[in-house]
């Protein structure tokens, strides 16, 4: 289990004010909700509790920020230039990690990992990859068709809920005529077969 001193210059008040600023109130709630979430399931399946608390909080962190602001990363940081084919949707997550590392000083590589792969998973995925993903699609908040089965798939294993939530993310993006961002079909295409 990490010490919360490890993975922060300042307290968990501070934090939670930071992230708090840059969010708007519903947006706020959520990931609180998800911090719970996967404060939860760090505990059932044997992860680190604390990193999953505190990637909750800024999984979201760069939800808000400007296309503008994204565009400018994934070109002075030399991203992969597909992205730039993306939306918010893609980048909050995958290039969300620089605003994390830039405004919270959060270096932790685990937590960083965990918000870069929380939208569109990786074939590879640590537990707490896992349980940030899956603890974002199933919060007590949400309410789309489909959430129980995902919560069921989730109380079943890790691996399950990340099956299900790639399989329908896919579903809904190919219902909406949405692009669909390569990794995200590598990382369906490494679990969707999980036992
Ligand atoms: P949120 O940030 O808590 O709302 O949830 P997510 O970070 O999981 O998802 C953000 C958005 O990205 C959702 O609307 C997803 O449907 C969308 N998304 C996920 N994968 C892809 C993809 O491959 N392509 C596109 N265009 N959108 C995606
Ligand atoms: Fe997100
Ligand atoms: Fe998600
Ligand atoms: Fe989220």
Do not use: C
């Not at 922060?8 to 709630?29: G, I, N």
């Not at 911090?35 to 760069?62: C, F, M, N, P, S």
């Not at 940030?132 to 989730?154: L, S, Y």
């Not at 790639?166 to 490494?190: C, D, E, G, M, R």
């Amino acid at each position: 289990e990490s010490n919360l001193a490890d993975l922060l210059p300042y307290s968990y008040a501070e934090l939670l004010d930071r992230v708090s600023q840059k969010l708007k109130p519903k947006r706020f709630e959520h990931v609180q909700r998800v911090a719970d979430t996967a404060e939860k399931l760090a505990q059932k399946y044997g992860a680190d509790v604390t990193r999953a608390r505190v990637a909750g909080i800024v999984h979201d962190y760069a939800k808000d920020l400007p296309d503008e602001a994204f565009k400018q990363v994934i070109l002075s940081q030399q991203l992969d230039p597909a992205l730039l084919g993306y939306n918010n949707g893609i980048w909050h997550g995958v290039v969300g990690t620089y605003f994390i590392q830039r405004d919270l000083q959060i270096y932790d590589p685990a937590i960083l990992s965990a918000v870069g792969k929380h939208t569109i998973g990786a074939p590879k995925m640590s537990k707490l990859d896992q349980i940030i993903f899956i603890a974002d699609f199933i919060e007590p908040g949400r309410e789309f068709p489909g959430v129980d089965a995902a919560r069921k798939a989730a109380e079943t294993s890790l691996a399950a809920g990340v099956a299900f939530e790639l399989a329908q993310t896919l579903n809904f993006l190919v219902s909406k005529k949405q692009k669909i961002y390569p990794k995200t079909i590598a990382s369906y295409n490494a679990w969707v077969v999980h036992n």
